[in-house]
């Protein structure tokens, strides 16, 4: 995965009803260790990564990087999202894609807080590379993924097997108003 490409980085920080996308700061840190020690997070994603392993390696200001949106509510992460460009996907239709990814912490779960940070950087991402489309690729076994791909309006293109697990890749179209 690599970046975007002709996009300005880092935007402004993005503004929703209750939550505020921005960029990585130091401040954020133990969030970050905490996304991904968490074996409730990895679940459908191959594990945790050991939390010692994640102190040593990772830097004091983690996840920033070109398409890497902190999800900050009331001024403390609660997740992360990731717009990135699928060059090295294992399925034909994705690859140099734009891809959506998002980690939550679990205490973020249930609220609507993925829906609104998601339909936000896409919103983002529609202003900065018009036209684009978009792929996510989740386990069919994570339900709550999938509802998730459903309401931000991806569309299945297909299923397949990886990691010993049946995969669904879906992909979103911006809405082109008639010229």
């Keep these: 995965m690599t970046g975007l490409g002709p996009v300005a980085w880092p935007p402004a920080p993005i503004r929703t009803e209750r939550l505020v996308l921005r960029e990585s700061e130091a401040r954020d840190r133990a969030a970050f260790l905490e996304l991904h020690a ?3 997070v990895h679940t459908y994603l191959g594990g945790p990564r050991p939390r010692d392993e994640l102190e040593r390696e990772m830097p004091e200001v983690p996840g920033r990087r070109p398409g890497s949106f902190v999800v900050d509510l009331d001024g403390a992460m609660i997740g992360q999202i990731l717009l990135r460009r699928a060059t090295g996907h294992r399925r034909p239709a994705a690859v140099g894609k734009a891809d959506l990814g998002y980690l939550f912490l679990p205490r973020a779960w249930g609220f609507g807080y993925a829906a609104e940070a998601c ?29 998730l791909a459903a309401k931000l309006g991806f569309t299945e293109v297909e299923r397949f097997e990886a990691w010993g697990a049946e995969q669904w890749l879906g992909m979103w179209s911006p809405v082109t108003p008639p010229g």
């Design 38 to 40: 968490s074996p409730e």
């Design 119 to 147: 339909a936000a950087a896409l919103g983002w991402l529609a202003g900065a590379l018009p036209g684009e489309p978009v792929v996510l690729t989740t386990q069919t076994a994570n339900v709550g993924s999938m509802r």
